[in-house]
């Protein structure tokens, strides 16, 4: 426990479920910082303290852990950030911090969804090997060097930030815009760009499932990248679970958090 005895929490974010759950720290009076990766050139206004980049493995989130006696872990990382998420659970153990997971349902199929479900990047890649078809590749700029070996597609990028050096595909059009997205703009865009398929990650949640409505409304197949395997771990699954993490009797916070 930090010198005045008052609890330090350590948001992991960079999701939407992380930017509704600042708010609500920060109105409870709770001590909280907001970390980043990095990885976008305009993040959101997190409603918190904020550090942007890497503590540098396990290693070096356990020594921030340490320095800066956090009290308590909270997960708001996207869903395949699995090697962020992996390194809190390994530092939390180390240190004896507290972690919890704010994490968001998957997305299941439902009637009239085509969904072919691949493992990984490299099994998306291969069902890509196919003759040439227009493709929404909504993968994140991380991935998208992988995709290059199969350049027959025309592949439609829609991305958060414009990217920094000319996608490696012979043909393509990129679209900077930021979520959440709806229905009637995607079906929009899908219709626009005359898409035959979509590549997405299972992110879940309700930001970017406007796609996957959307290609169910217009009968388009899906290629959907199964999530990484996590350690186990405490899931939580709105802000109002984790004020009810944090009150626990063992948490040092106390109940008066308005829950």
């Known amino acids: 426990m930090p010198p005045d005895g008052r609890p330090n929490l350590l948001v992991l974010g960079g999701t939407t479920e992380a930017r509704q759950l600042a708010p609500i720290l920060a109105d409870r009076g709770l001590r909280a910082t907001m970390s ?45 950030a699995a090697q962020m998420s992996h390194n809190a659970v390994a530092a939390c153990a180390q240190t004896g911090v507290p972690l919890a997971a704010l994490t968001r349902a998957p997305w299941g199929a439902q009637s009239g969804d085509d969904w072919t479900r691949v493992p990984d990047i490299a099994g998306a890649v291969a069902a890509l090997d196919c003759p040439a078809r227009r493709v929404m590749l909504a993968v994140g700029r991380m991935h998208l060097d992988a995709f290059t070996a199969n350049p027959q597609h025309r592949y439609l990028l829609r991305l ?100």
Do not use: C
Request: no cysteine; hydrophobic share 40%; net charge neutral.
């Open 36 to 80: 980043l990766a990095g990885r976008v050139q305009r993040p959101a206004h997190q409603g918190l303290p904020t550090r942007v980049g890497g503590f540098g493995g396990v290693a070096g989130l356990t020594a921030y852990l340490t320095q800066n006696r956090v009290t308590h872990v909270i997960d708001a990382t996207h869903p395949f």
């Open 160 to 259: 958060v930030d414009p990217p920094e050096k000319p996608p490696g595909f012979p043909r393509h059009d990129v679209i900077v815009d930021r979520g959440p997205f709806k229905l009637d703009g995607d079906t929009r865009l899908l219709r626009d760009h005359r898409i035959d398929i979509i590549v997405s990650k299972n992110a879940g949640g309700s930001g970017a499932r406007a796609k996957i409505d959307a290609a169910r409304a217009l009968g388009l197949p899906v290629i959907m990248i199964d999530r990484p395997v996590l350690p186990a771990r405490t899931e939580l699954h709105s802000p109002e679970e984790v004020l009810g993490w944090l009150s626990h009797a063992d948490s040092g916070i106390g109940t008066d958090l308005g829950v």
